[in-house]
C-alpha cells in the first residue's frame, strides 16, 4: 500500500507561477514511476508529466516547456513547478504513482488538489 498525500493547490493569477508536492509513504526510488496528472471540469483526465524511478522525466504537449517535475529521495516527495500559468490549466491535479512487486502491478492516487489560474 502506497500512500500519497498532494499539497501546495491554490489560486494564481496567468502568468503566475505554483509549486505542488506530492509525499508518499514509501522509498520514492521503490516506486516504478511517479506522475501527475489533471481533470479539469468537463474534461477527461490529462496526463501532465511523469518521473522513472531513473529519474527520466516526460511531460504532456500542453504543458512541456513551462512545467518541471523533480523529486527530494530525502523527503520521499515528489513536485510539480509550474509557470507561466494559464487559464486552461485550472484543475484538479492528482498525484500517481505505478508500483510493481512480486511481479503485480499497483495504481495509487493521492486526492487531489485544486489549481485555479484566474484574474
Known amino acids: 500500500q502506497v500512500q500519497l498525500v498532494e499539497s501546495g493547490g491554490g489560486l494564481v493569477q496567468p502568468g503566475g507561477s505554483l509549486r505542488l508536492s506530492c509525499a508518499a509513504s514509501?522509498?520514492?526510488?521503490?516506486?516504478?514511476?511517479m506522475g501527475w496528472y489533471r481533470r479539469a471540469p468537463g474534461n477527461q483526465r490529462e496526463l501532465v508529466g511523469y518521473i522513472t524511478s531513473s529519474g527520466n522525466t516526460n511531460y504532456g504537449d500542453s504543458v512541456k516547456g513551462r512545467f518541471t517535475i523533480s523529486r527530494d529521495s530525502s523527503k520521499n516527495t515528489m513536485y510539480l513547478q509550474m509557470n507561466s500559468l494559464k487559464a486552461e490549466d485550472t484543475a484538479l491535479y492528482y498525484c500517481h504513482a505505478g508500483y510493481s512487486t512480486h511481479g503485480v502491478w499497483y495504481d495509487y492516487w493521492g486526492q487531489g488538489t485544486q489549481v485555479t489560474v484566474s484574474s
Open positions: 514509501i522509498s520514492i526510488f521503490s516506486i516504478n514511476n
